[in-house]
């Protein structure tokens, strides 16, 4: 049996868990491609329903629209509130899904949002989406670092049971939160700036505040993000490799930002639009951007047995990490 077979038999036979898709959070969504994760043999996915562009009022029509389709499937799909949930629908052979916030402009400054969001699904939300929010500072903003709001939000957030995440959020912001989180707090989707130097991408010192909080670091798929010198696969690899020597293996998880077209929203005309949020010295409008699939998965994992990996460690890559701060932190 060669690497990528044995990497196949792996994720057929652990959790996994991806902790960020990238579709355009829209009504419109044809959610039947959410196959695209299931034939992955993904179990778990976390969908986007919002980001700092959106209006709060389209972030809640979308996430009742997700949270009343999904539901309306119960041979396909789970809606997961809890950690146990999520072995439910593994053991019914669901997808388990939740849902997640790119950045606090959906909260409308009001602090008693946050637990509205938590009762429709979302267990993880961020700070800023790029640019910075009434929250905290965006990664390609001058950081305002985390605000009174933000602090708010971050007790609120202990005390429902939501993820703290602080990708798109700037470093400074990143790291007070992480100061002043009382449960772990996420990276869902943010790679190595040490492998490649973009402004999405985290330092060795954030990854490191993040290990101390108990928190995991999932990686992404972005071609921009990862590199482009080598196969995603590779570069991906390259990004675990990098967290894992850097932080330990029970730090390192999965978040690929992978979406497919939403007919009504083209997302490359909305990033055109808006360099504000993309800069164009970040690459953004350098041509198209690629994304590491799901279905890809074995590729990536094959290339970490060849690096020497063991079972239990990319079982824990996988999807066990992110399971056991969801089992500490989600209520």
């Given at each position: 049996?060669?690497?990528?077979?044995?990497?196949?038999?792996?994720?057929?036979?652990?959790?996994?868990?991806?902790?960020?898709?990238?579709?355009?959070?829209?009504?419109?969504?044809?959610?039947?491609?959410?196959?695209?994760?299931?034939?992955?043999?993904?179990?778990?996915?976390?969908?986007?329903?919002?980001?700092?562009l959106m209006p709060w009022q389209e972030c809640v029509r979308t996430v009742a629209n997700f949270r009343h389709r999904i539901i309306a499937r119960p041979?396909?799909?789970?809606?997961?509130?809890?950690?146990?949930?999520?072995?439910?629908?593994?053991?019914?052979?669901?997808?388990?899904?939740?849902?997640?916030?790119?950045?606090?402009?959906?909260?409308?400054?009001?602090?008693?949002?946050?637990?509205?969001?938590?009762?429709?699904?979302?267990?993880?939300?961020?700070?800023?989406?790029?640019?910075?929010?009434?929250?905290?500072?965006?990664?390609?903003?001058?950081?305002?670092?985390?605000?009174?709001?933000?602090?708010?939000?971050?007790?609120?957030?202990?005390?429902?049971?939501?993820?703290?995440?602080?990708?798109?959020?700037?470093?400074?912001?990143?790291?007070?939160?992480?100061?002043?989180?009382?449960?772990?707090?996420?990276?869902?989707?943010?790679?190595?700036?040490?492998?490649?130097?973009?402004?999405?991408?985290?330092?060795?010192?954030?990854?490191?505040?993040?290990?101390?909080?108990?928190?995991?670091?999932?990686?992404?798929?972005?071609?921009?993000?990862?590199?482009?010198?080598?196969?995603?696969?590779?570069?991906?690899?390259?990004?675990?490799?990098?967290?894992?020597?850097?932080?330990?293996?029970?730090?390192?998880?999965?978040?690929?930002?992978?979406?497919?077209?939403?007919?009504?929203?083209?997302?490359?005309?909305?990033?055109?639009?808006?360099?504000?949020?993309?800069?164009?010295?970040?690459?953004?409008?350098?041509?198209?951007?690629?994304?590491?699939?799901?279905?890809?998965?074995?590729?990536?994992?094959?290339?970490?047995?060849?690096?020497?990996y063991d079972g239990d460690t990319l079982k824990g890559i996988l999807g066990g990490n992110f399971l056991r701060v969801a089992k500490i932190v989600w209520?």
């Amino acid at each position: 049996m060669d690497a990528e077979q044995r990497a196949s038999a792996l994720i057929e036979n652990s959790l996994v868990w991806d902790t960020h898709s990238g579709f355009m959070p829209d009504p419109a969504a044809d959610l039947d491609n959410l196959s695209i994760w299931s034939r992955a043999g993904v179990d778990y996915l976390s969908i986007n329903v919002g980001f700092d562009l959106m209006p709060w009022q389209e972030c809640v029509r979308t996430v009742a629209n997700f949270r009343h389709r999904i539901i309306a499937r119960p041979d396909l799909y789970r809606l997961a509130s809890t950690a146990d949930d999520i072995a439910a629908a593994v053991a019914e052979r669901r997808l388990a899904v939740s849902f997640d916030l790119e950045g606090m402009a959906a909260l409308d400054e009001r602090i008693e949002m946050v637990e509205f969001y938590h009762h429709l699904g979302v267990r993880q939300m961020h700070f800023a989406y790029n640019r910075n929010s009434a929250a905290g500072g965006g990664c390609h903003d001058e950081d305002c670092g985390l605000t009174a709001f933000g602090r708010s939000v971050i007790e609120e957030m202990n005390r429902v049971g939501m993820f703290v995440d602080v990708s798109h959020a700037g470093y400074r912001t990143s790291m007070d939160a992480m100061a002043h989180s009382a449960q772990p707090v996420i990276f869902s989707h943010s790679n190595a700036k040490a492998v490649a130097p973009h402004g999405r991408n985290i330092t060795d010192e954030q990854i490191r505040a993040c290990a101390a909080t108990g928190g995991v670091i999932g990686v992404n798929g972005i071609d921009l993000m990862l590199g482009r010198e080598a196969p995603l696969a590779q570069r991906m690899a390259d990004h675990i490799d990098h967290i894992v020597a850097v932080a330990g293996p029970d730090h390192v998880g999965l978040g690929l930002d992978y979406g497919f077209p939403v007919e009504v929203a083209d997302i490359d005309e909305i990033v055109a639009k808006n360099p504000e949020y993309w800069p164009v010295e970040e690459g953004y409008h350098d041509g198209s951007i690629s994304f590491l699939p799901p279905g890809d998965l074995p590729q990536v994992v094959a290339i970490l047995i060849e690096r020497g990996y063991d079972g239990d460690t990319l079982k824990g890559i996988l999807g066990g990490n992110f399971l056991r701060v969801a089992k500490i932190v989600w209520k």
